[in-house]
Each structure stands twice: as C-alpha cells, then as structure tokens.
C-alpha cells in the first residue's frame, strides 16, 4: 500500500528495531526493501544523517553494466543487471533505465587485449558483450572522433548493449516509498555516532537523536564507512576519495549511448532532459569535503573535447563531488565482521549506483539469515587477510 498524499512518512524513531541500517542511499534503501520484500523483516528503520539519498546516490552519473572481468563480480553485477531490468515495474515508478548500450574505448594495445580478454571472459559468464573496431565504433557512436592523429586514438571498444543509465533520484524515491509502505522508519537528520557493543555484540546505535537499540546493524554509509566502523573497532581497508561529475547546459538529443575511457579519464552520457552527465577519475587525495579540484575537472574536459570535438562550445552548467569508499582490490566488501550482529556493505568505490539493486538483494539475505549470500560469500572481508582477492582494478578503476 502505498500513501496518497506523500512519497513516505516521517517518523521519529523508535526506541529499538529488529534491524537498523546505517545510510539512506541507494544501498540501505534497497536492503531495506528487500529486508522486507524477501524476507518479511519489517521492524527496521534506516538511519540517514542527512537528507535520504543526497550522498553519492544524488550525485552519481548512473552507468549500469555487469561486464566485469572475473567470475565472482560478473555474478553480482550481473544479478543486480537482471534486477533492474524489472525493476520499473516492480517498484511500480518509471526508473528510466535506459539500456542504450556501454562502450569503453580502448585506446592503446594494452587496451585492446584486455578489452578483447574482458569480452570473452563476459561471455563465458553469461554476460552480453562485444569487440568493436574503430570503424564500428563510428558507427555506434557517430560524433566519436576515432580519427588516428587523435593524441589518444581509439583503436577499437568493448560494447555491452544491455548497459546503460537510470534516474537516480526515481531509484531512490521508488525504493523509499515502497520501503515505508511496508512500515520501515526512514529517519533523515539522524547521524549514528557510536554503538553500544556488549560481549563482542552490537545492542545498540547511538545517535543524534538519541539511543536506539538494534537486533542488527547494518552499515551502507559509502565513503563514511570506514570512520564509523572504526568506532566499533573495527579497521576496514578502505580509502575515501572526491569523485567529480558536472552537467552541461540542455541540448538536443545527440548522443545516444554511453562512452566511457579510462585512459582519459573520462565517461559521457546525455540525460533524458538533455544534459551531457560527464565524470572524471577519482581525486588522487583522501578527502570527506564532497568538493574536489578543478584541475581534475579541467583534464576531464580536455579529455572529453578530445573525444568529442563537437562538444567545443558546449557550456558547464554544474559541477560538484561525492565521496567514494576504494577498497584495495575495487570490490566491494559485504558481509559479518569481527562484531556479532554488525554488517557490512562498503567499498563499491566509483562504481556502487549500478550494483544498488543486487547489493541490497545480497546484503538484505546476508542480514536477515546472519549467513552471507551466496554471491556476497567472495567479498567477505576475510578476503584481505587470506589474500583471495577480486581485482577489479582494470574493469572498475577509474570507470564505473
Ligand atoms: C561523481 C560520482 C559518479 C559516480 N558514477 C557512477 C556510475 O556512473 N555508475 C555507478 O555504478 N556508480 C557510480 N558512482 C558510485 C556510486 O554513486 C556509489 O558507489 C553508490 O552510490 C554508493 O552507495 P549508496 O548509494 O548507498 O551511497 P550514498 O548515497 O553515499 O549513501 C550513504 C549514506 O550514508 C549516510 N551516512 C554516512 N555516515 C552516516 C552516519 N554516521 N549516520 C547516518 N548516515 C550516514 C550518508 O549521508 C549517505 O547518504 C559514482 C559516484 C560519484 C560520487
């Protein structure tokens, strides 16, 4: 059931839940829904110390792909690809996902093996993808310019057709509303400060509106994850970072797909209002600011007019940051840690919005049966101490 007159209700909290997730964005939002949808928990709140989804979710370029190289990422990437091509109608709200296809431009010899090795490994996973020379990349792409004097030339790309982009803030508002409607508290302007851990267990969180006591608790808090877990002593390997994006003035449809260069830095889609959505590579420096340097803004740019000489005249209309959690191997890490009834869900990095669907299915089982999914069971923090690493470096690094 949904409310006529408002998108969800506006609770104070309540003295205790069964489970209380900590951050309001796409990720506790979607593992809210699923605690309930998938497994009838319902006395939940999820706590947000701002306003719901103004973290990365507000701020994202929302590229959806699952043509990740190794067989655990394309797994979940996959899986959560597969959500959101039913998503829309399962929420009940038009998400525009838009599946006009993904390309990533290679643009030296290096690119191109692994470009060709992530196509094949793709496939064998199950996961749509292929090898464009330059010419077809042309084709795909008209305004692409693969001219060979180009200082990085493109000399061919992969393409996985069903990627593509959503409307964030729809995602987010459709997740909120179905989430209360079956009765969880969403809580804004409520920051978790510390917990209450009694005989290597959490009971409680304690926050800026007070104490509450938790069967569970849940962190989906992105790049603020790392500073709240260390208040429950535990260290996560993680590395907040600024990540940019600007928004040109509206223009008339001329880019049709997504495209995206690691090697310049650079990644470009045009929103359904009309908007270029372009981001850059991470600010190399540690940062919770949500602001980063105009330098990084300006190679973003050369890079992009490189690519794209008919965007010459095109203006910036806004640009701004959000912080990401970037873990050693750019996995995610999901699951139990050290503290009974404390889980994780971080380290999505540049590339978390995509994931937002199949990280809150897995996280939500992980949750409700203390017992990792089976696809979050690979990125258990325990793979930093045994060595089993997920390098996702070469499909997520700077790209999402
Ligand atoms: C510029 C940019 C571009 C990106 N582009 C893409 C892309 O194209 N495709 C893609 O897949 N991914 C992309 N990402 C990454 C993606 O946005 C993130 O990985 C993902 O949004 C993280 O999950 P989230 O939505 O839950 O995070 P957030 O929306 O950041 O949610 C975390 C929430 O926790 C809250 N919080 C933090 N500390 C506390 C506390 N102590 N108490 C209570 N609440 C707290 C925060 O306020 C925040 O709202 C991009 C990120 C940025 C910044």
Redesign the pocket.
Known sequence: MTHPDFLWRDPDPKPSYDVVI????????ATAYYLAANHGLTNVAV????W?????????????RSNYLWDESAAIYEHSLKLWEGLSEELDYDLMFSQRGVLNLAHSLGDVREGRRRVNANRLNGVDAEWLDADEVRKFCPIVNVSSSARHPVLGATLQRRGG?AKHDHVAWALARKADAYGIDLIQG????GFDIEGGRVRAVR?SRGRIAAGKVAL??????S??AERAGIPLPLQSH????LVSELLEPVLDCVVMSNAVHV?VSQAHKGELVM??GIDAYNSYGQRGAFHVIEAQMAAALELFPIFSRVRVLRT??????VSPDASPIIGRTPVEGLYVNAG?????????PG?GWVYAHTIAHDEPHPLAVPFALERFTTGALIDEHGAAAVA?
């Open positions: 900590v951050g309001g964005g796409g990720h506790g939002l706590l947000e110390k701002g719901l989804a103004g973290g990365n979710m507000a701020r994202n370029t929302t590229i959806i982009i409520c920051e978790v400060t926050t989906a808090s992105a790049g603020h994850t500073v709240l600024p990540l940019q994006a990644y981001g850059a701004w940051a959000g912080i990401v959690d999505w990095g540049t590339g978390g919005f995509k994931a937002t990280s999402h």
